[in-house]
T-cell receptor
Framework: QKEVEQDPGPLSVPEGAIVSLNCTYSNSAFQYFMWYRQYSRKGPELLMYTYSSGNKEDGRFTAQVDKSSKYISLFIRDSQPSDSATYLC????????????FGTGTQLKVEL | GAVVSQHPSRVICKSGTSVKIECRSLDFQATTMFWYRQFPKKSLMLMATSNEGSKATYEQGVEKDKFLINHASLTLSTLTVTSAHPEDSSFYICSGFRDTEAFFGQGTRLTVV
């Protein structure tokens, strides 16, 4: 079993739709949870960063962490064609030397 | 956000030659940097942790003599792929941490012919 599981997609939605992206994990030591957006042939760009359980909102993006279920989500409201990219979840824990464990990434396409 | 600059963005080299990739933190000091490798439509796989002033720490299965890492200053880490072979062709990405947030370089697409 992989430490972090993420549906690779591809996920195709119409413009304006609400997108839900998810990751599950097995290591209960993870405390820091991140979502990155990666455009083709570019480095990942940090979108959201949360610590422990709870919700965090930033514009059209909302990140949720449920540590009891070992489940994290990223919601994108009013999706735009420019949101088309691969979305990677990543996790780390204190004492882990800042090492990130990534999901496989979900490829999202927002169509006009 | 913080800026990590990676160079070159793309390189093509002949089999058997060596290639150096640079990773610079432009607006913060990084005592530690991380080097990843990413295959098409796959996630980032950590190759090694670069430590300023000391030896790098390699992940299991990564050949340290093939992927030489040097972290000579707080703002520069380099990855040298030695005696490159076509199977080394991949997308290489570095990252550095500012506080608890990781910032990534633009990536280097290496093609070995």
């Amino acid at each position: 079993q992989k430490e972090v599981e993420q549906d690779p997609g591809p996920l195709s939605v119409p413009e304006g739709a609400i997108v839900s992206l998810n990751c599950t994990y097995s290591n209960s030591a993870f405390q820091y949870f991140m979502w990155y957006r990666q455009y083709s042939r570019k480095g990942p760009e940090l979108l959201m960063y949360t610590y422990s359980s709870g919700n965090k909102e930033d514009g059209r993006f909302t990140a949720q962490v449920d540590k009891s279920s070992k489940y994290i989500s990223l919601f994108i409201r009013d999706s735009q064609p420019s949101d088309s990219a691969t979305y990677l979840c990543a996790m780390s824990f204190t004492g882990g030397g800042n090492k990130l464990t990534f999901g496989t990434g979900t490829q999202l396409k927002v169509e006009l | 956000g913080a800026v990590v600059s990676q160079h070159p963005s793309r390189v093509i080299c002949k089999s058997g030659t060596s290639v150096k990739i640079e990773c610079r933190s432009l607006d913060f000091q990084a005592t530690t940097m991380f080097w990843y490798r990413q295959f098409p439509k796959k996630s980032l796989m950590l190759m090694a942790t670069s430590n300023e002033g000391s030896k790098a720490t390699y992940e299991q299965g990564v050949e340290k003599d093939k992927f030489l890492i040097n972290h000579a200053s707080l703002t520069l880490s380099t990855l040298t792929v030695t005696s490159a072979h076509p199977e080394d062709s991949s997308f290489y990405i570095c990252s550095g941490f500012r506080d608890t947030e990781a910032f990534f370089g633009q990536g280097t697409r290496l093609t070995v012919v």
